[in-house]
Structure formats: structure tokens, C-alpha cells
């Protein structure tokens, strides 16, 4: 097993944007073609932009060209993606009292702006929620960071359990912390989207799952950690009994509407009983049943 993860890994995620997406003897790629060999490998749907953003984002949805020759919004946007605009962004979350060390790294490594739309890309290492498309965004970085930081809580993570795939963001965070992560995502083309996204990155210890996360993955259980990315009016049952004794679930809690969700903390004490602290006003997409 470890021989062959060792195989299919030759690259940490800190190296790839400095390198060639393939091992082949490829000559350094430059940011436009970087840039280039995303949007191809991925083009994306053109309604997933909310009426409600910003106008820069205007871009996209009057139809700016998204393939071929490098456009100055793109350009821009790829000044605003290096190593040092990340850096800044973990400067913020340290200052605003993300304290543990472990997920401040992995946040610096990740790429971020790999996981959203190349028209969002300026915006990737903002403290915003930005849209990826089926109604769904890619959470804050302040909220990923608090999120991982309450289930971490300094404890070695051998297996982690994540609800709502999503871009694949978090689960490429949380791929730099524990040993083994599970995510759950329901809608297809989203599982399809992270598949793609965490292609590059080459990331040996993710496994994702299209499926129903309330059910949880009780062949994969028990968990170390189980990080909930949409809010449900509780947390399901099949959840608590996948924590292990010990272990720490994170989830917002609440209505689907949004107004009054609060990030909840469930610890696993004993076999039958479970600790619960209600903790931060929070806003995510709602948490559903069954698969689209
Ligand atoms: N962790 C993601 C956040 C995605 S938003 C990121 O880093 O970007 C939350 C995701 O939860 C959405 O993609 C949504 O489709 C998914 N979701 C909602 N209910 C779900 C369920 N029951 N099972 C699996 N995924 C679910």
C-alpha cells in the first residue's frame, strides 16, 4: 500500500505550481499556460454566477472568453494567485485567532483558486463564499479554518469523514492533516468537478463518494472527525454513530433558510453519549436527502 501511494505521489501539493501537471519532460509551465491547461481540462457551466455578485464577475457571464489565447482579466487574475497572495490570506486567519499550525499550512499550500471558476480566481484568497455552480459555493476560508481547527483539536487525525464535497477544497485542506479522508458529495456534477479538481494536485489519501452523506460511510467508520459543510435541522443519527469514542463532529446546525444556523460541536464521550456545544452564527447551503 505505501509503496504504491509512495508511487503516486511524487509530487507534494506545495511543488505543483511550480510544476508541469505531468511528469513528462514538459517544459516549466508559465501561468498562462497553467491557467489555459485548467480552463481546458474543465470547462465550466456558464449559469453558475448568482445575479447578486460583484460586478467584476460581469466577466463570465457576458460571455469574456474562457479557452485559448491568455485575456487581461485572466492575466490579473493570475497575479492575484501566487504563493504570496495565500500567504497573506493565512496572515488574516492567524490574526483573527486561527491558532493551530497545522491547519494554517495546509491552508498555505492549497491552492484555492484551483478549486473555483478561472473568472473567480481574483477572488479566491478573499475571505468570501463564491458560487461553484448547482446552487452550491466553496466556503470562506475563515470558516474552513475554523471549522478544521474545532475538529482537529491538536489531536492526531488518522480518519476523517466529510459531508458536501463540494469544489473539493476542503477536502484538499483536510487531505494535509489527517491520514485518510472520506467525502461525501450528492450532486453528480459536483463529484465530477472535485474529481477533476484534485486530479492535478495528485492527493493519494482522499477518496470520494457520490451519495447521500446523512447516511454517513459505515463501511469506512468509525471517524476521528466528521465535518458537516451544509446545515441540517440536526445531525444525523447514522453520524454520532460513526464518531469514534473521542472523536469530534463539526456541523452547522439549523434552518435551511439560513437566519439562525449555529456551528455545533458534537464530541463523542462514551459509547452512548455525546457532548454538544453550540458555538458560532454561521450561514451554509442546506444539508439534503438523497442523490442528484
Ligand atoms: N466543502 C465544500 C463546501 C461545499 S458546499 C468546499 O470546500 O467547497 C456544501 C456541499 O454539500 C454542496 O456541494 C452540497 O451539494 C453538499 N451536500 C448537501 N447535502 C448533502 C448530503 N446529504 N450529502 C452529501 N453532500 C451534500
Redesign the pocket.
Known sequence: MTSERAKRFPLGLADLERKPRTSTAAPRAGSDERARARTNAAPREAGLLRADMPASHGLEKMGAPRMGAPNVALTGALALTSERVRERMVERLRTNGVLDARVLHAMSVVPRHM?VDPGLAAQAYEDAALP?G?Q????KPSV?ARMLELAAAGRELQRVL??????????A?LSRMAGDVY?????KP?YERAKINLRPLRVPNIRLHY????LGLPAAAPFDAI?I??A?LDVPQALLEQLAIGGRLVAPVGAQSGQNQVLTLVERVSNSQWRESRLDRVF????????I
Open positions: 478549486f461553484i448547482h452550491q459555493t466553496i466556503s474552513v466529510e459531508i458536501g464535497t463540494g469544489c473539493g477544497y476542503q477536502a485542506v467525502s461525501i458529495e450528492r450532486i459536483l451519495g447521500d452523506g446523512r465535518v459543510a451544509a441540517g451554509f447551503v442546506p444539508l439534503k436527502s438523497g442523490v
